[in-house]
């Protein structure tokens, strides 16, 4: 995440250059008043498969990155 846009520009593009695609989220935080814009990656069903793309993005950026387990709903 990056407090200006341009920067998370920036890891998006690197991350489309190696085949990954990525978008760029912006996230509000209320409690400081403050915009952050988050450089996110697709939906995994699979959260082995998921930890198999962190190490790949990890490494491309440079960065620790995390993820975020968001529960299915069921049909």
């Known amino acids: 995440a ?3 846009l341009e920067q998370a ?5 690197k991350l489309i250059e190696k085949g990954v695609d990525a978008y760029v989220q912006r996230y509000y935080q209320a409690d400081k008043d403050d915009v952050w814009y988050r450089v996110r990656i697709g ?3 699979d959260k082995i498969k998921a930890q198999e ?3 790949q993005i990890e490494s491309i950026t440079g960065a620790k990155s995390w993820l975020d387990i968001i529960p ?4």
Do not use: A, C, G, H
């Open 53 to 55: 793309i962190q190490k």
């Open 72 to 75: 299915m709903e069921k049909y």
């Open 2 to 4: 990056w407090p200006s």
């Open 9 to 13: 520009r920036i890891d998006q593009l």
């Open 43 to 45: 939906n995994f069903s």
